[in-house]
């Protein structure tokens, strides 16, 4: 089974400031997909940055990185000039490619941009 | 584009009622997955359905059940709700190509509380 684990509960940043979140993941599989999703006060999950594993090349989506460290099975997010709105929980997940559909999520991490 | 529609938004059950949420998926999509988030923790993934079959299921007992009906649309069913049951229930979308997953859309959630 695959475990997700995210070891800050909590962080803050200030307004347009960086700030990087960790994950770390467990699994005997070589292909997968990885996922951040942002949760906003609003509860609607949405879908941040996406990798898929056997990429090298780390994801981008304008202010949001990656950092895929496939063999020490790290997987951060950078999030670059912070913005009030970046305020949510995050939270890292996994699925595996050959079993579509289901992933395997962190308990998230509260991040709170500051003013 | 019509992303993810879950209804009710709120719902206050007794225990051992019964109830049942619904969900319709983003237009496009012809998969729908159904997870549980209790407050403070990431979404447990409960069910899958694909084709209007349950393709996969997670450790939920056999009080979660749920259905796709021809049009995409499902239905999460608990019986004899438990104080546990109490939790956010997110829907979410997908559609698979070949055999790459893009990820979710998620829906808001119904938040259901049982006393």
């Known amino acids: 089974a695959q475990t997700v684990t995210q070891s800050q509960p909590e962080m803050s940043v200030q307004e347009a400031e960086t700030v990087t979140l960790s994950c770390t993941y467990d699994?005997?599989?070589?292909?997968?997909?990885l996922f951040w999703y942002k949760q906003p006060p609003s509860r609607q999950m949405i879908l941040v940055i996406r990798?898929?594993?056997?990429?090298?090349q780390n994801a981008t989506e304008n202010r949001f990185s990656v950092n895929f460290q496939k063999a020490a099975k790290s997987f951060s997010l950078k999030i670059s000039d912070s913005q009030l709105g970046d305020t949510a929980m995050y939270f890292c997940a996994f699925m595996k490619h050959t079993n579509a559909g289901k992933s395997t999520f962190g308990d998230g991490t509260t991040l709170t941009v500051k003013p | 584009d019509a992303g993810v529609t879950q209804s009710p938004t709120h719902l206050i059950k007794t225990r051992g009622q019964q109830v049942t949420l619904r969900c319709s998926p983003k237009?496009?999509?012809?998969?729908v997955s159904w997870y549980q988030q209790a407050l403070g923790q990431g979404p447990q993934f409960i069910f899958q359905?694909?084709?209007?079959?349950?393709?996969q299921r997670g450790n939920f007992p056999d009080r979660f059940s749920g259905h796709q009906f021809p049009n995409y649309s499902s239905e999460l069913n608990v019986n004899a709700l438990l104080l546990g049951d109490s939790a956010l229930y997110l829907c979410?979308?997908?559609?698979?190509?070949?055999?790459?997953?893009?990820?979710?859309?998620f829906g808001s959630g119904t938040r259901l509380t049982v006393v």
């Open positions: 990798q898929e594993a056997y990429k090298q």
């Open positions: 699994t005997s599989e070589s292909n997968y997909y």
């Open positions: 359905y694909y084709e209007e079959e349950e393709r």
């Open positions: 979410a979308s997908s559609l698979e190509v070949g055999s790459i997953n893009y990820g979710y859309t």
């Open positions: 237009s496009g999509h012809d998969t």
